[in-house]
């Protein structure tokens, strides 16, 4: 993407630059004028970190990476091979990616496909479809926080999760013509990149988990602040007003517009709005977008198997619609 624009487009991106430096220094500025507003805001990110996403994530990033250790992610996508290739054109590595993802959520998905990527067990085209349906919410989330937490419902969360699997299937199906496919059955894949044997396992597990999931935390306390500064400054308000539009509700409108940059904030702000078509509609759409936080979280991982972004990103809206409009006919 970037070779493209300089090529083509040379001034956009310096453009994109000047723009890009230009936003980040008003938010600088903005938190040098009100700092005890945006601390606070840094430290309801930690907090969400530490208490909601630190214990949940942690255990998953440290068993996946000692299944992929001791090459038990190798045999499981030998089994998969012939559905994975049928249904979605990837090898059987995909079944694997995309158990886990459901099962852990956001960013585990990306990170496995990162790491698989890494370890040249899967190409860049194979990377690249994986991601369009393996990005996924968990149900601990999904279930959990924004069913029984926030909505008051088991049964809402359930519907939820089952409109945000069938969207990520489905968006799967129709990527699966995205580049060669040239996926070789699993066992005869040779690795690209020899990984360095290492006689402490244990340890190597947990030193990459726990530097992805401080990543991860870097990531939610930073979008935290932004969320803030961008909610107090009103700076969606074209996006909230045109979507009022449709709603007939400001508070709908409003909460999925911001949520769009944290999801859980989104979540949380359209369940108070009451139970309604719009608000489980629009939080099933927020949940498959997972925010602009989720998504930087997982181009950061995705990088590493030198997955499409633009393909990737285009996927998330994909999924994002398809989520709307299941849970609207659900």
Not at 74 to 93: N, R, V, Y
Not at 215 to 233: K, W
Request: charged fraction near 15%; hydrophobic fraction near 50%.
């Amino acid at each position: 993407m970037k070779q493209f624009f300089s090529r083509k487009f040379p001034v956009s991106r310096k453009l994109l630059k000047i723009v890009l430096a230009v936003c980040v220094s008003a938010c600088m500025l903005i938190i040098l004028l009100k700092p005890s507003v945006y601390v606070a805001s840094a430290l309801n990110g930690v907090k969400l970190w530490a208490l909601v996403v630190l214990p949940a994530l942690l255990p998953f990033f440290f068993f996946t990476a000692l299944l992929s250790k001791i090459s038990v992610t190798e045999k499981l996508a030998k089994i998969l091979e012939k559905p994975c290739k049928k249904l979605f054109k990837t090898s059987g590595f995909a079944a694997y990616v995309f158990l886990m993802s459901v099962l852990s959520g956001y960013p585990v998905g990306a990170k496995i496909i990162g790491d698989l990527g890494e370890n040249g067990l899967i190409d860049s085209d194979d990377a690249t479809r994986t991601s369009t349906f393996c990005s996924t919410s968990g149900p601990l989330f999904i279930v959990g926080s924004v069913g029984v937490g926030m909505f008051g419902s088991a049964s809402v969360g359930k519907t939820l999760l089952l409109t945000h699997v069938l969207s990520a299937l489905v968006t799967g199906l129709i990527f699966r013509f995205f580049g060669k496919s040239s996926c070789v059955e699993t066992a005869r894949k040779p690795l690209l990149k020899e990984p360095p044997e290492s006689d402490n396992v244990l340890y190597d597990c947990v030193y990459s988990s726990v530097v992805s999931i401080a990543t991860v935390g870097g990531f939610i306390c930073v979008f935290y602040v932004v969320a803030d500064i961008l909610q107090n400054l009103d700076a969606l308000y074209p996006l909230w007003k045109a979507i009022s539009l449709i709603t007939k509700n400001e508070e709908i409108s409003k909460a999925f517009a911001y949520g769009l940059i944290e999801c859980t904030r989104g979540c949380k702000t359209l369940a108070l709005c009451g139970l309604s078509t719009y608000s489980l509609t629009f939080a099933s759409a927020l949940i498959s977008f997972g925010g602009v936080s989720v998504l930087v979280q997982s181009v950061a991982f995705l990088k590493k198997a030198n997955v499409k972004i633009s393909v990737f990103l285009l996927a998330k809206i994909v999924q994002t619609s398809l989520s709307f409009v299941l849970l609207f006919i659900f």
